[in-house]
């Protein structure tokens, strides 16, 4: 059974500049969660989606923006990139509409502003 | 109230030897405490679950003692091996509209000696 995919796995990008990264959860799974990753803050959680609504978001810019596709892949784009968007950014989804049970997470991508 | 306060930043154990990390946490509206394993590379990986309604769980060399009173959680890992060597997160969560928002540690990592 293959595992949350995330592409792609690194990006380079320049500071004002966009992103978009891409998640496939695991086949059958509908919830699908966002975090950012950094040696400072942990995991900070950005937004849940679930058939193609989202359910919950955090404390993030309006830069960050994502959205959920019918077939439950998600993507997030982040626009203007400053240097502290620097991150791995993981992709979790869960089989139910509460991820109650936890997530499975991606390998990430790892976002780097130059 | 939405923190969870994770300790010890890092941890060295020898091989053989008990590594214990700790989380506590604030709101009592929390119901679901896991705890993931993240190599380097990788996204966290769910290691263990417990509810408030249970003191104690174990799977294998990994046991969480949960203190509802003392607001405080833990894990045990027992006869510490390298391959465990690994950054832990713990997370609490609770629902929220109708889904579960999930407040992580800021981690420890563990590097156990051979």
Known sequence: ??????????????????????????????????????????????????????????????????????NSRSEMNVSTLELGDSALYLC??????????GYTFGSGTRLTVV | QQQVKQSPQSLIVQKGGISIINCAYENT???????????????????????????????????????KSAKQFSLHIMDSQPGDSATYFCAASMSTSGTYKYIFGTGTRLKVLA
Do not use: M
């Not at chain 1, 979790?92 to 049970?101: I, K, L, R």
């Not at chain 2, 929390?30 to 990986?45: C, V």
């Open chain 1, 1 to 70: 059974k293959a595992g949350v995919t995330q592409t792609p796995r690194y990006l380079i990008k320049t500071r004002g500049q966009q992103v978009t990264l891409s998640c496939s959860p695991i086949s059958g799974h509908r919830s699908v969660s966002w975090y950012q990753q950094t040696p400072g803050q942990g995991l900070q959680f950005l937004f849940e989606y679930f058939s193609e609504t989202q359910r919950n978001k955090g404390n993030f810019p309006g830069r960050f923006s994502g959205r959920q596709f019918s």
């Open chain 2, 29 to 67: 509206a929390f119901d679901y405490f896991p705890w993931y394993q993240q190599f380097p590379g990788k996204g966290p990986a769910l290691l263990i679950a417990i509810r408030p309604d249970v003191s104690e769980k174990k799977e294998g060399r990994f046991t969480i003692s949960f203190n």
């Open chain 1, 92 to 101: 979790a989804s869960s089989p139910y509409a509460t991820g109650a049970t």
